[in-house]
C-alpha cells in the first residue's frame, strides 16, 4: 500500500500527514509552469488594490496537471484514506499565492467541509480524500497552511449532536472561524513540504491560506476524491461546474483511467 497504517491513523486523528509521491521533479517543474499562465499574478484594479491568491477550480485540462491528476497513486492513497477500493475523482483546483510586500503574518482560518463522527468511522468512509500537491517549497515564510491539528472531531461530534443538521451532511460549505461552535480547537500550525510532496488533509478541520513573505510564490494542485457510492454535497454552482468538467476530462483521460470519474 502507498500509505501505512500508521500514516492514515495520523490522518484520521491530526487531520493531515504529508507524503512523498512518486511525482518526479521534472513532472513537478512543469506543472509548476502551468500555474505561470492559469492562475498568474493579479495586476492591482483600479483603486490600486492587488490580490495576491489567485485560484481556478476544475477548469484546466493541461495534460502536466490532468498527468497528475489521473495518477494511480493518487486513487490507491485515497482507497486508503477513505477504507474503500473504489474511489471516484470529486474536484480539483489550482491555488497560487504569490509574494507581497514585508508586513506581518496573518493566516485566514475556516472549515469547508462537514460531516459527522459517524460518517468518519463508516466504512467506506462518508469524507472527503484532499490532496494538496505541493509544486514549490512551502517554507515558513511562503504562504504555509495554518491547520489546528484534530479540530475536525471535536466538529464531528458537534454535527452529530444536532439531529436536524445530519439530514444534510456530509457536505461542502464554507463556514469562518468566528461562526463555528466555541470548542476546544488547539493552536494553529504551519503546514510545511517539500515540491512534490503531497499532503493529505481534511477540509473539516479549521485550516486556512497565510500570506507569503517569501521571494517565490507558493503553487499547489489541489485534487479531492470520494469513495464510490458516497455522496458528499456541493454547493449548485460546484456541482455544475464539476459536471460540466468531467465531461471534458473524459476526453482527456487515458482510456485505463477513466474509471476514476463519476459513473
Not at 467541509?113 to 459517524?118: S, V
Not at 461530534?157 to 463555528?180: E, K, N, T, Y
Request: proline share 9%.
Amino acid at each position: 500500500m502507498v500509505i501505512s497504517a500508521p500514516q492514515i491513523t495520523r490522518f484520521l486523528q491530526d487531520g493531515a500527514v504529508t507524503l512523498d509521491t512518486p511525482f518526479t521533479t521534472d513532472q513537478v517543474q512543469a506543472a509548476a509552469a502551468v500555474f505561470d499562465r492559469i492562475v498568474p499574478a493579479a495586476p492591482p484594479d483600479a483603486k490600486g488594490q492587488q490580490r495576491f491568491r489567485t485560484s481556478t477550480t476544475c477548469s484546466f485540462f493541461d495534460p502536466e496537471l490532468v498527468d497528475l491528476i489521473q495518477h494511480p497513486f493518487l486513487e490507491e492513497v485515497a482507497q486508503g484514506v477513505l477504507d474503500a477500493k473504489d474511489v471516484r475523482f470529486l474536484q480539483t483546483a489550482a491555488l497560487a499565492t504569490y509574494p507581497q510586500p514585508p508586513g506581518p503574518f496573518t493566516f485566514d482560518q475556516h472549515i469547508d467541509l462537514q460531516y459527522t463522527r459517524a460518517d468518519l468511522e463508516a466504512s467506506p468512509r462518508r469524507i472527503v480524500c484532499t490532496f494538496f500537491l505541493w509544486l514549490s517549497d512551502v517554507t515558513a515564510s511562503r504562504a504555509p497552511l495554518m491547520y489546528r491539528s484534530g479540530s475536525h472531531l471535536p466538529l464531528a461530534d458537534c454535527w452529530q449532536s444536532q439531529p436536524g443538521l445530519q439530514q444534510h451532511l456530509p457536505r461542502v460549505i464554507g463556514i469562518p472561524l468566528a461562526d463555528l461552535p466555541a470548542l476546544e480547537y488547539g493552536d494553529p500550525h504551519p503546514l510545511l513540504a517539500r515540491a512534490g510532496q503531497a499532503t493529505v488533509l481534511t477540509t473539516a478541520m479549521v485550516h486556512g491560506a497565510s500570506v507569503n513573505l517569501d521571494s517565490s510564490p507558493r503553487k499547489a494542485l489541489v485534487v479531492t476524491f470520494t469513495a464510490r457510492g458516497v455522496t458528499v454535497a456541493l454547493p449548485p454552482a460546484q456541482q455544475d461546474a464539476k459536471d460540466a468538467y468531467e465531461a471534458g476530462l473524459a476526453l482527456q483521460l487515458r482510456p485505463e483511467r477513466r474509471h476514476i470519474l463519476a459513473a
